[in-house]
C-alpha cells in the first residue's frame, strides 16, 4: 500500500516556477515508477510525466517538455515536478500517482494503468 499526499501548488504568474512535491508512505515506494497528471475544469485528465523506480527514465509530455521537470528521491519517499516557464493553460489541479506496471509510455501516460492517487494540488497561473 502506498498513501500519496501532494503539495507545493498556489497561485504564480505567466512565466513564474513552481515545485510540487509527493511525499509517500509505505515501504515500497522505491519498487513504483511515479506519474504527475493535471486537470483543469471541464477537461479529462492529463498525462503531464512520469519517472521509472530506479531513476533511469522519464517521460514528459510534449505541452510541458523543456519547462517541466520530473524527479524523485526514493530516500525521502518524494517526487518532485519542477515547473519553470509557467502558462494560463498549466492552470490545474496536479496529482500524483504510483504505477507498478511496466514502464513503457503506452502504459505510464494512462490515468487507468496508476495503483494509487494523491488528492491534489491546485496551480494556478495568472496572465
Known amino acids: 500500500q502506498v498513501q500519496l499526499v501532494e503539495s507545493g501548488g498556489g497561485l504564480v504568474q505567466a512565466g513564474g516556477s513552481l515545485r510540487l512535491s509527493c511525499a509517500a508512505s509505505?515501504?515500497?515506494?522505491?519498487?513504483?515508477?511515479m506519474g504527475w497528471f493535471r486537470q483543469a475544469p471541464g477537461k479529462e485528465r492529463e498525462f503531464v510525466a512520469a519517472?521509472?523506480?530506479?531513476?533511469?527514465?522519464?517521460y514528459v509530455a510534449d505541452s510541458v517538455k523543456g519547462r517541466f521537470t520530473i524527479s524523485r528521491d526514493n530516500a525521502k519517499n518524494t517526487v518532485y515536478l519542477q515547473m519553470n516557464s509557467l502558462k494560463p493553460e498549466d492552470t490545474a489541479v496536479y496529482y500524483c500517482?504510483?504505477?507498478?506496471?511496466?514502464?513503457?509510455?503506452?502504459?505510464?501516460?494512462?490515468?487507468?494503468?496508476?495503483?494509487?492517487w494523491g488528492q491534489g494540488t491546485q496551480v494556478t497561473v495568472s496572465s
Open positions: 500517482a504510483a504505477h507498478k506496471g511496466p514502464f513503457v509510455y503506452s502504459s505510464i501516460y494512462s490515468p487507468s494503468n496508476y495503483d494509487y
Open positions: 509505505g515501504r515500497t515506494f522505491s519498487n513504483y515508477a
Open positions: 519517472i521509472s523506480w530506479r531513476v533511469i527514465s522519464t
